[in-house]
């Protein structure tokens, strides 16, 4: 059984199938947003059920893939995401046409990222460069707040609509970051006086150019991380790169910088072999 399990689940027929079906109840989920169903209702009521028994066959039958450690399956996210959002709907309290319900069906389509190589890359950098995120956030925040109150001292006499309290001013600067209003608003400031085309400026300066540069790099850096894991994949458990008597994912990356390293020399020495030849 085990075997039978395994080769089913290792199969790419059995993702195409998957696949299909995660497809499907998205179409089916999008159809039942329209009103006046008529005899479509209870047809579309059935495929979710169908949809529900399929996606717990396929979830049993991955565990069975494990064997006799079944509790091996939960070791990965995407399987421990896939198990709670296909038997999170037969919860007693969600039965019905509730928000809850519809938003745990809603997430099973999300399921479709783990069956792409390059979605499931950018998810698992997304999720590693969260620290990084919480800290940028932070900066952003205080940036924002510094900007809101000397806003609120240049502009709440001349346009409180905008700079009237400290939430405003925070709220037009955050809307600001799209440049959308821009013209308008350094318009608005020239009106005032000549020195806040410099408030403006540096703030789309730091704002707009540095702080989203500073983000855009701390998710680069993530990514870069994500692909030197799965280039090493399966080399953890056997390597202790740093040295500190467990493996772990900081070998795989130390692991993957020695491979990076041993190909920038060979790449270096091909380069000196073509210029002798």
């Avoid at 169903?37 to 066959?57: N, Q």
């Avoid at 703030?203 to 692909?227: C, F, K, Q």
């Avoid at 467990?246 to 790449?267: C, G, K, M, N, T």
């Amino acid at each position: 059984m085990t075997r039978w399990c395994a080769r089913i689940t290792g199969s790419r027929l059995f993702e195409v199938l998957i696949i299909i079906v995660i497809g499907a109840n998205a179409i089916v989920l999008g159809l039942e947003t329209y009103p006046d169903l008529g005899h479509a209702g209870p047809l579309l009521h059935g495929l979710e059920w169908s949809f529900r028994l399929l996606f717990v066959a396929e979830i049993t039958v991955r565990i069975l893939a494990y064997g006799s450690r079944p509790q091996d399956f939960f070791r990965n996210g995407w399987n421990v995401f896939d198990f709670v959002v296909t038997l999170a709907v037969f919860i007693p309290v969600l039965h019905g046409d509730t928000t809850a319900l519809r938003i745990i069906r809603i997430a099973r389509v999300l399921r479709l990222v783990r069956f792409s190589p390059g979605l499931r890359t950018i998810v698992s950098a997304l999720v590693r460069s969260l620290p990084g995120v919480g800290a940028f956030l932070a900066l952003a925040l205080v940036t924002l707040y510094v900007y809101g109150m000397a806003g609120w001292l240049i502009f709440k006499d001349h346009y409180p609509e905008e700079y009237g309290t400290i939430g405003r001013a925070v709220l037009t600067l955050f809307v600001l970051l799209s440049q959308e209003n821009l013209p308008q608003l350094i318009e608005q400031g020239l009106a005032v006086s000549a020195w806040t085309l410099v408030y403006y400026v540096s703030y789309i300066l730091i704002t707009v150019n540095l702080l989203v540069n500073i983000l855009i790099a701390v998710i680069v850096n993530s990514m870069e991380e994500v692909r030197r894991l799965e280039m090493t994949e399966g080399l953890a458990p056997d390597f202790d790169a740093d040295g500190d008597g467990e493996p772990d994912e900081l070998d795989r990356l130390a692991i993957s910088q020695r491979l990076d390293d041993l190909r920038a020399v060979i790449a270096e020495l091909e380069r000196d072999l073509r210029v002798r030849d």
